[in-house]
């Protein structure tokens, strides 16, 4: 009897431990599935991903594009509004006046005396700026770069270009709107 009682104990051992080991190797079985699953949806993802790319890539250049068209006509209005016969505040867009007329770059500080004097004759004769010239007042100690261009070490200079911006002449110590005048060539 005692016999077959560990017949039937190891018989419920193998029985048992056989199923727990086919169990067992199921769910590895899975796990490693669930795992190969997870990869090639990860791959696909990262796929449809970079074959979008070029789309996104695409509405960005558009965007920038048609921001950079937006830019440049406003920078052709502008241009188009500007007349000669005035003295205004330096833009660089403005210096395309120059293709029609004359313009004369005003290199200008607030502390210096001469540089007041001027400014002050000028605006006290604006009627007199012949329609053919646009004087650009540019602020000495704003713009650093456009003073290196022209080689401008001092205030109270005055500068004329061309509509691509090369400078023509330059001078300082005009007296007047007069004397100014008389400079631009």
Not at 1 to 29: D, H, R
Not at 46 to 67: F, G, L
Not at 108 to 123: E, H, N, Y
Request: proline share 2%; with cysteine; net charge positive.
């Amino acid at each position: 009897m005692n016999k077959v009682i560990l017949g039937v104990v190891v018989l419920g051992v193998v029985v048992l431990g056989g199923w727990w080991y086919t169990s067992n190797q199921q769910a590895v079985k899975n796990k490693t599935v669930m795992e190969e699953k997870a990869m090639a949806e990860k791959v696909a993802m990262e796929k449809e991903a970079t074959m979008k790319q070029p789309e996104v890539m695409e509405k960005k250049v558009d965007t920038m594009v048609k921001k950079d068209e937006t830019m440049m006509e406003k920078k052709l209005e502008t241009a188009m509004m500007v007349k000669g016969g005035q003295y205004v505040p330096y833009d660089a867009s403005k210096i395309v006046f120059a293709k029609e007329g004359k313009v004369v770059l005003f290199f200008r500080a607030s502390w210096c005396p001469s540089c007041r004097a001027l400014d002050a004759d000028i605006k006290a004769n604006l009627s007199q700026i012949p329609q053919n010239v646009l004087i650009l007042d540019v602020d000495y100690d704003k713009y650093t770069d456009l003073k290196k261009q022209y080689g401008v070490t001092y205030q109270h200079t005055l500068v004329q270009v061309d509509a691509s911006g090369n400078m023509l002449a330059k001078w300082s110590g005009s007296t007047g709107l007069s004397d100014l005048v008389k400079q631009v060539k």
